[in-house]
């Protein structure tokens, strides 16, 4: 990817940079001439992303955060400003996922998962909103999923905050008319990186396995170049991922029979499907 006259000296403030998704917008924003602002609790990582970028290494600015706790986001917002003077772009990528049954997860998980999916990028937003308006213009980019859309089994602590980042983005998206603030909302499909082994189980332990449908999945460099265009036309609503993103036009118009689909792990339906349709 060449350097690109929309995002070439944008400053872009990125969550979940030390892995996965955000390690490769990281990558990728910077090859098209961006200002970097890389967020996540791991600074060893942070740094470690930072030193590989491929246009200017190091140039990042490294700004550790724990989306988990709210109370030291207003810091983290005004010293985000302060490093450019601006934000152009803030994505909010980071996440974490969980496996588990409702009846085996622990409320304290549940609310860990609100507070990392859904409150700890609102407040980010919600922060920034009054720098965009004196600027007149910036974009929140939000990373959901399909299961901001549907809900599968063992998922149901991370649908609900994925659930509830569509219905505040597009709550704000329609206070926002004629602004210069752009919302994007991207629902990823199954996109191979570790996400499954950075997850939790129901009670808090690590469940440290990449399971083998991200082993095999949409790849992350195709999956960020086309999250970037769609940064980039300003769409207010994309699908990036394989062909489990059937399910979305399933869930559209035929919801009864996706319900039927999923009440068994929707994963392993997937794999038998592809199998057979060879695709
Ligand atoms: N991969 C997929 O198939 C897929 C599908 C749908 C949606 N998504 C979404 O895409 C986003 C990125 O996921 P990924 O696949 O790239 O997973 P990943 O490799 O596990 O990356 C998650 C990122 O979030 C950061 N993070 C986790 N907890 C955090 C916290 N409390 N505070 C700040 N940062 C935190 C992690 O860094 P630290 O551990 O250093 O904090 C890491 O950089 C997530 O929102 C996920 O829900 C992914």
Not at 156 to 184: M, N, Q
Not at 218 to 242: L, M, N, S, T
Not at 247 to 256: A, D, G, K, Y
Not at 261 to 278: A, E, M, Y
Request: proline share 4%; net charge positive.
């Amino acid at each position: 990817m060449k350097s690109n006259s929309h995002f070439h000296g944008k400053v872009i403030w990125i969550t979940g940079a030390s892995s996965g998704i955000g390690e490769e917008m990281s990558y990728q924003f910077s090859k098209l001439g961006a200002q970097l602002i890389i967020s996540a609790r791991n600074e060893g990582k942070l740094r470690r992303v930072n030193a590989q970028l491929p246009r200017n290494p190091g140039s990042a600015k490294v700004h550790p955060l724990d989306l988990e706790n709210l109370t030291e986001l207003p810091d983290k917002v005004k010293m985000a400003i302060s490093y450019f003077g601006r934000v152009d772009i803030l994505v909010n990528n980071a996440g974490l996922a969980v496996r588990d049954f409702v009846g085996n997860t622990s409320l304290e998980i549940d609310l860990k998962l609100m507070n990392i999916n859904y409150l700890g990028p609102i407040t980010l937003s919600k922060l920034l909103l009054p720098q965009f308006k004196i600027q007149g213009n910036g974009q929140l980019v939000v990373i959901s999923s399909l299961s901001g859309k549907y809900g599968v089994p063992k998922l149901a602590a991370y649908a609900a905050p994925k659930h509830a980042l569509h219905g505040f983005y597009e709550s704000l998206r329609s206070e926002l008319v004629d602004s210069g603030i752009g919302i994007s909302l991207i629902i990823p499909g199954i996109i191979q990186t570790e996400i499954t082994a950075h997850a939790v189980l129901g009670q808090g332990e690590n469940y440290g396995k990449v399971e083998t449908a991200f082993k095999n999945a949409y790849p992350v460099e195709k999956a960020v170049r086309k999250i970037i265009v769609a940064i980039q036309q300003g769409k207010e609503e994309f699908y990036v991922g394989g062909a489990e993103g059937f399910t979305l036009w399933l869930n559209r118009f035929s919801p009864w029979l996706l319900r039927r689909f999923i009440r068994n792990h929707p994963l392993k339906k997937l794999r038998v499907i592809k199998k057979r349709f060879g695709f």
